[in-house]
């Protein structure tokens, strides 16, 4: 099972990938973990993207291109994955597509979860408060929002008129809405 998870910030991807990750027993791929744990270890690629995430702004497609590229390319892919937080514009989309092209392989179902803004924006003051994200500002908050509406929602559209797309309310229960998008994915 090949899966990209999508939806704005705050709607529940990182839980919901978790939960899918452990029912097919696949990886997940978080770019957005990725990035942290290089920030975390003073990385190269952390230290650059650093300047990024901070502000809530996406992280150059050069970088993030590679390392989802890198990430695909190890032997715990070869039977599946899920991509969470990727791709997060047209020129992601494209990549990925040439990634996939050259693995011979393509995806299976792109899940969208979707949520009111008033819900994420609530969701978000509360993770800012338990887990102090330093990306968590309410300015960097407004910001990926804004993004997301921007340049990551159109991108749902694509996947639509490819036949990928399930869209799951990701609002309610959380094994609920985990046994919703299984269902749906069949
Ligand atoms: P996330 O945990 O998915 O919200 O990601 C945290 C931050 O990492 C984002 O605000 C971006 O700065 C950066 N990031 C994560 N994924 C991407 C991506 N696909 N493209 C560019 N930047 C990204």
Redesign the pocket.
């Known amino acids: 099972m090949r899966l990209l998870i999508m939806g704005p ?1 705050g709607v529940g991807k990182g839980t919901q990938a978790a939960l899918l990750a452990e029912h097919y027993g696949i990886p997940t791929i ?3 973990d990725i ?1 942290r744990y290089n920030i975390k270890n003073k990385t190269e690629l952390g230290l650059e993207a650093m300047s ?2 901070d502000k ?4 150059p497609d050069s970088l ?1 291109n590679k390392i989802v590229k890198d990430r695909l390319a190890k032997e715990d892919c070869a039977n599946g994955w899920i991509l969470d ?4 514009n047209a020129s ?1 989309v494209e990549a990925l597509d040439e990634m996939l092209a050259e693995l011979d392989t393509k995806l299976d179902h792109v899940v969208a979860l979707e949520a009111g803004r008033d819900v994420l924006l609530e969701r978000m003051k509360k993770r800012a408060a338990e887990q102090g994200r330093a ?1 968590d500002t309410p300015e960097a908050i407004a910001k ?1 929002l804004e993004t997301y509406e921007k340049e990551t929602a159109p991108l749902l559209d694509t996947y639509k008129s490819r036949g990928l797309l399930v869209a799951v309310n990701g609002v309610g229960e959380i094994d609920e809405i985990s046994k919703t998008i299984i269902a749906a994915l069949g």
Do not use: C
Not at 85 to 88: E, H, K, V
């Open positions: 910030q978080s770019t957005g990035f990024y995430t809530g702004e996406l992280v993030t937080g990727y791709p997060r992601q990306d990926r």
